[in-house]
């Protein structure tokens, strides 16, 4: 079931930038704390890219630390949506990239985990081409 979903991927080159936005579905009832971005590459593990707390309108972020200074995650208007502003992106950013959300506790040491979320969007795929 898509709970989450996510919009804005598509294809740039080396250096250009891409925004990912999501909500929750239409019927959301799920009340979270967290939101977080998430990728996966052909063959690769599912890895978390950034998180922030939207109990308190976004101000604790985590962020990857291949994505530190390029990407930004922010609150969007509720608790339930957040965009991903991708700046000076790099081929290895290509991925299918994927929202999450959860109502569990988290810190720095286990926002990056995928058993941590409850919701999930479908996916958009980001190219990054050289």
């Known amino acids: 079931q898509v709970q989450l979903a996510e919009s804005g991927g598509g294809s740039v080159q080396a250096g250009g930038s891409l925004r990912l936005s999501c909500a929750a579905a239409?019927?959301?009832?799920?009340?979270?704390?967290?939101m977080a971005w998430f990728r996966q590459a052909p063959g690769k593990e599912r890895e978390g890219v950034a998180v922030?707390?939207?109990?308190?309108?976004?101000?604790?972020?985590y962020y990857a630390d291949s994505v530190k200074g390029r990407f930004t995650i922010a609150q969007d208007n509720t608790e339930n949506s957040v965009h991903l502003q991708m700046n000076n992106l790099e081929t290895e950013d290509t991925a299918v990239y994927y929202c999450a959300a959860t109502a569990n506790t988290l810190y720095s040491w286990n926002w990056a985990a995928a058993s941590m979320y409850r919701l999930w969007g479908q996916g958009t795929q980001v190219t990054v081409s050289s």
């Open positions: 239409s019927g959301y009832t799920y009340k979270t704390k967290w």
């Open positions: 922030t707390y939207t109990g308190d309108g976004g101000r604790v972020t």
